[in-house]
């Protein structure tokens, strides 16, 4: 049962042609970087939970010195007057948390191009065995290669379909973190603009 299943999928290759080459090229970027992007995208990595909780109680920050929002948390320490700057820096590690997740929607949209690019090639090459003189095809031959052109497309969409899945739950992730950490940004801005006018009003009072 394997060895005619393992010559029938050998056939499908075969049914794409050359263009099988930049499908599996796309196929392979595409389970790279959906598999790359989860794990860079863990919780841990991005927003540990010790950091958020310290963040929403307002206490000194520990533990996850190497994630995403420990990075944002040193430089907004060290640009504490410039909430400019911390958004932009913000944006910056949102935008690297997106690296790689652009090319999905490339290979979605080329998958299934390549694909019926190389059904029309192959129709291409099993209409040009007619035979001249009868003007009919070999009936088996004629259907199997039919099959096999088809076989282009189905690969392609076999590319495209988790490139579009993949990509989307991927951009809703990152956009999921974007909205929380602009939300706690925006808790320890609010904080440090009533510490500050605490100050002020305190330094008024005492002259």
């Known amino acids: 049962m394997l060895i005619p299943t393992t010559f029938a999928a050998i056939e499908i290759i075969e049914g794409a042609g050359l263009l099988i080459y930049p499908l599996g090229i796309c196929s392979f970027a595409m389970v790279f970087i959906i598999c790359e992007r989860t794990y860079a995208l863990r919780n841990n990595v991005v927003m540990p939970q010790d950091l958020v909780d310290a ?85 088996v031959a004629f259907t199997k290669g039919v099959a096999l052109a088809l076989s282009a497309t189905v ?37 440090r603009s009533s510490t500050r006018v605490a100050r002020e009003s305190a330094v008024a009072s005492v002259r």
Request: charged letters at 25%; aromatic letters at 6%.
């Open 155 to 191: 690969i392609g969409l076999s590319v495209a379909i988790p490139a579009l899945v993949g990509g989307g739950y991927l951009q809703r992730k990152v956009e999921n973190y974007a909205v929380r950490i602009d939300s706690l940004l925006e808790r320890i801005n609010s904080r």
């Open 55 to 139: 963040i929403i109680e307002n206490k000194p920050y520990s533990g996850g010195k190497h994630s995403v929002l420990a990075r944002i948390l040193d430089f907004a320490e060290d640009h504490e007057h410039d909430e400019d700057a911390v958004k932009a820096f913000a944006r910056l590690e949102i935008n690297r948390m997106e690296r790689g997740i652009p090319y999905l929607d490339i290979i979605y949209a080329a998958g299934p191009l390549l694909g019926l690019t190389g059904t029309v090639t192959g129709l291409l090459r099993v209409f040009s065995q007619i035979n001249t003189e009868t003007g009919l095809p070999d009936p």
